[in-house]
């Protein structure tokens, strides 16, 4: 089953599970699972304000950790979204291949942020909703928690399919695969 925030994509490659570890570890760079998210040598505090220092210093499109049979993964960007998928997946061996198993989700913060963000956005639209049927010549601008809780969930699934798509394509590519199941 597809859902918005979360996919879940089998891959079938004709290379055995070694070369398709060895393929990762060509395009990842290695990080500890602590540091995967947010490391703190990336933020720092300036007179300015709050700042994350660029990714420009990888030398490989994704980061993350990789082992014999899975691997968890992050696209290196060089631009700021909070929705940028997280990428696990397991390596099975197969009489015919090697079948990858993916899974691409939010990070559990971003959840956490979403689900009280639309909350408090959806309480803010039920007070408004009594506030119109009791005063029905209200201003059309009380139905603003609406537009905002329908905008903020179209940013958020929008961004979220745009870079799961980008990380879909380039682990065809780099396990030289094709999806069987998604």
Not at 90 to 104: A, E, L, P, R, S
Not at 156 to 176: C, M, P, R, V, W
């Amino acid at each position: 089953m597809k859902f918005l925030l979360y996919k879940n994509i089998k891959y079938k490659s004709k290379l055995n599970p070694a070369e398709i570890v060895q393929r990762l570890k060509e395009n990842t760079e290695h990080k500890n699972s602590s540091s995967l998210f947010l490391s703190f040598s990336e933020f720092t505090i300036s007179f300015s304000g709050f700042s994350f220092r660029s990714s420009n210093r990888y030398s490989k499109p994704y980061i993350g950790q990789i082992d014999e049979s899975e691997f968890t993964l992050k696209r290196v960007i060089h631009y700021r979204n909070s929705v940028l998928p997280i990428i696990k997946g397991t390596i099975h061996k197969d009489f015919d291949g090697t079948t990858i198993n993916v899974q691409m989700r939010l990070h559990t913060s971003m959840i956490v942020f979403f689900c009280i963000w639309c909350g408090i956005v959806g309480f803010m639209g039920i007070g408004t909703s009594l506030h119109l049927f009791n005063f029905p010549d209200t201003d059309i601008a009380t139905i603003g928690p609406f537009v905002m809780l329908l905008f903020g969930v179209l940013i958020i699934i929008g961004a979220f399919q745009y870079e799961s798509n980008k990380s879909t394509h380039d682990l065809i590519e780099i396990l030289d695969a094709e999806i069987i199941e998604e």
